[in-house]
């Protein structure tokens, strides 16, 4: 029975063939984002796809989107871990103080908010238990060794979350740089076809006349 598939469903198959020369599965970083190739040959490169330069382009920008949306994506994990860890050490500092007047049998004089712009002096006791809100509206009590321990097993996984992001920002930003690269050498090769084409048209046309002229 032969093979009835869509004009879709065909243009679906050559994106995903062409996607198998366009990156390196064997070169993924940490996270799994993958390696674009880098195009050293550029006829050999443009033989093995078995497409127009112009079809190998378009993958190439539809590679180049992916790896922006990628980054769009890590950046906004960034700004989120640069406002997260100073709240994270900001909360532990306080637990620290906490454990401290309690060790040394001290008061907390602190100062809390009463209204906008007006705040009042406080005396409290290190009772040995604190508060934190885990979520949105979630707040639980712990002792203050259970809220330290947590509060820096959070900090260390922030820390951690916050390295991996820029280390795959960096490494994306990389792939996005060695994708334009391939683009400009394909436009360029692509242009330097075209124009031996004409030039090769030219002579033919100059040759014909001057054959028909001595004829």
């Not at 390196?24 to 674009?36: H, K, L, T």
């Not at 890590?74 to 309690?102: C, D, F, H, R, S």
């Not at 795959?168 to 692509?190: C, G, K």
Request: glycine share 4%; aromatic share 6%; proline share 3%.
């Amino acid at each position: 029975m032969a093979d009835s598939k869509s004009p879709e469903d065909a243009l679906v198959a050559q994106d995903l063939d062409l996607e198998k020369h366009l990156t390196n599965s064997d070169e993924q970083n940490p996270r799994g984002f993958p390696a674009s190739v880098f195009i050293e040959c550029v006829p050999d490169f443009v033989a093995k796809l078995g497409c127009p330069i112009e079809t190998a382009v378009g993958a190439f920008n539809q590679l180049h989107q992916r790896y922006k949306i990628y980054e769009q994506t890590k950046l906004q994990a960034k700004t989120n871990y640069k406002g997260k860890i100073p709240e994270i050490e900001n909360t532990l500092g306080i637990v620290k103080t906490l454990i401290e007047k309690q060790e040394n049998g001290e008061e907390i004089q602190t100062t809390y908010n009463v209204a906008d712009t007006v705040f009042a002096h406080a005396k409290a006791d290190a009772t040995g238990t604190v508060y934190l809100w885990l979520g949105a509206n979630v707040m639980v009590e712990y002792t203050y060794a259970e809220a330290r321990a947590l509060l820096e097993e959070n900090l260390a996984n922030a820390q951690q979350k916050m390295a991996e992001t820029k280390e795959d920002l960096e490494f994306l930003n990389a792939q996005s740089i060695t994708v334009e690269v391939n683009m400009a050498r394909l436009i360029n090769y692509n242009v330097k076809q075209q124009q031996e084409a004409k030039i090769a048209e030219i002579e033919a046309e100059m040759k014909s006349k001057g054959s028909l002229t001595q004829g």
